[in-house]
């Protein structure tokens, strides 16, 4: 009988939370560090029940980008990816796309000239693949897609390219009474896709890039119909726009990587009260990618200056990070 | 020992379900009947796991209309009265209004000059009245003016003025594994002051109409600032379309009262597997209101005839509710 006293013990500890530094880590892909103790350190501030920072759980809102601060970005947007493919797919119906761009560009797989194309060439892609079916349609296309394309560098399917870093954050806010948002540059519905099984982010808490959809009757059928025409962009000043439409509340928490994010860090952190914002810096060459202030995707330049004059945590993904994506099944 | 052993029994039956008809009645506000054992009976198919319509918790989405579904629209929407009644909040610092129609109509308190100028007189006022702040700033408005203001008619406050039945309705879809949302005409931060402590749904969980929204720093301070210009329209085929982009899914329940609704129970009900629609007809002159086919306010015609031909349930407030309102405290 002796023998059970301590294991009991110490299940009643765990149980009543005294013994809060023997529980599992919730962050283990973390390396012990600063990084790691601003974000513990804010999580146990804000949800200590009569501490002075202490926030109820209807407030605690988490936003996250998705490009480069949930998943990998390089060497393009996976979405751009997506819709190369999608214009290859489709250009048989499509014979005028052989002599014209950025149709041809993508065809040809001319990366070059695509992205000379500039945002405007790239809408123009987005539109011919994204538009002229319903959104359940649309979900099976990029399911479909996600389920057969790897990337060619790691050899893994993209949503496997998602940092195991930031999956055990999703886990460990919501765990600690955080919603969870996506708040994505990349098109809401493309996002919505994976949000539940990769990141455990459901469809309606998933905010970002929109195009117009249309309701009519199709040969008896009620439909939603996608149009190709942009009703939303959620980058930049967007973000603040989008989270405002959305989620109705000034987040508590935002988490991103690049200047897209700038304005809804800037914006979550200048609330009242304890706020937090943490950037993801790409500076694993090795074991992922290395990229900053030059780079034409994901750039992060304005924001990683403003993260020192604002406190944001930036996180050095090369030392702050044991491992970077999922183990292999 | 003897007396005790019947209250443990019937403890550990409803602790493991099975003495569910025992349990005290969810919708005590409803009276028993074809509409009650319609909602009562979607419900249970629905949620009986291994049944041949279960439906996964995912999957219960349920969208409620708010003006006349949830509360009292009657003699004018809410919103339209807080908006008149904040036009003449600022006239003082628009002398330009004295002879300026709408807002002389807003006034003078002329409902007759304000209903013939029509949707566009309308937008006006709120465009007036409703822009020009943060969302948080008008929250407080929307706060102040609910927590003061108190319809002539039945002296109690516009949130006060909700249907009992319903509230139950939405505890009992909530307790079974549904997700509620709000799919409003109204304004979306209009209904968002109150969602949650009257219905339970909070701030995300509201789709509604909007104005645009411009993010700024103005002194110093981030500040989402918002527009006189309109964003989108959340009525008719607009329902449809805000549960698209909000939600990202077709309902499987959707609950309205007007032709605002029709679009919302047609696309929900043409979805595939069980689904379920409702509306709630006005019927009951002498503890609510009675009004369908000819009101201006919530009109029912062609969303009325739909309910026979799809199968959407139809209130009959005089006589499936027991009570209108929720009790005075």
């Known amino acids: 009988m002796k023998r059970l006293l301590i294991p009991i013990a110490a299940v009643a500890m765990v149980l009543s939370g005294a013994a809060h530094s023997e529980a599992p880590d919730p962050l283990p892909s973390w390396n012990d560090g600063p990084t790691k103790g601003a974000i513990v350190g804010f999580v146990e501030k804000v949800t200590k029940e009569g501490g002075p920072d202490y926030v109820p759980p209807t407030d605690r ?13 390089k060497p393009a947007y996976t979405q751009l990816i997506f819709a190369i493919d999608r214009v290859k797919a489709l250009a048989p119906e499509h014979p005028e796309w052989k ?24 809408a123009e892609l987005v539109m011919a693949s994204h538009a002229g079916m319903t959104p359940a349609q649309f979900q099976t296309i990029v399911g479909d897609w996600l ?39 990349g098109g809401i519905e493309f996002v919505r896709n994976f949000s539940e099984p990769v990141y455990g982010i459901p469809p309606d808490q998933v905010v970002g890039s929109s195009i117009k959809t249309k309701y009519e009757v199709v040969d008896g059928e009620p439909t939603v119909m996608r149009l190709p025409e942009m009703n939303f962009i959620d980058d930049k000043t967007g973000k603040p726009i989008g989270i405002t439409q959305h989620i109705g509340q000034r987040p508590l928490a935002a988490f991103g990587n690049s200047d897209g994010d700038f304005e809804m860090l800037q914006w979550t952190t200048a609330g009242e009260g304890p706020r937090f914002g943490m950037i993801v810096h790409h500076t694993d060459a090795e074991r992922e990618y290395a990229y900053d202030r030059d780079s034409e995707v994901g750039r992060l330049d304005k924001a990683l200056d403003a993260a020192a004059e604002n406190g944001w945590v930036v996180v050095d993904m090369k030392n702050d990070w044991g491992q970077i994506f999922p183990s292999k099944e």
């Open 61 to 73: 809102i988490a936003t996250f980008d998705n490009d480069g601060t949930l998943w990998v970005e």
């Open 99 to 122: 002599n014209k761009q950025p149709f041809k560009a993508a065809i040809e797989g001319d990366m070059k000239t695509l992205a000379a194309s500039g945002k405007k060439g790239i």
């Open 147 to 185: 389920a057969a394309t790897k990337d060619p560098r790691f050899q893994r399917k993209y949503t496997e390219l998602v940092y195991q870093p930031m999956l055990e954050l999703l886990a460990y806010l919501r765990d600690n009474g955080f919603t969870t948002y996506i708040v994505s540059g």
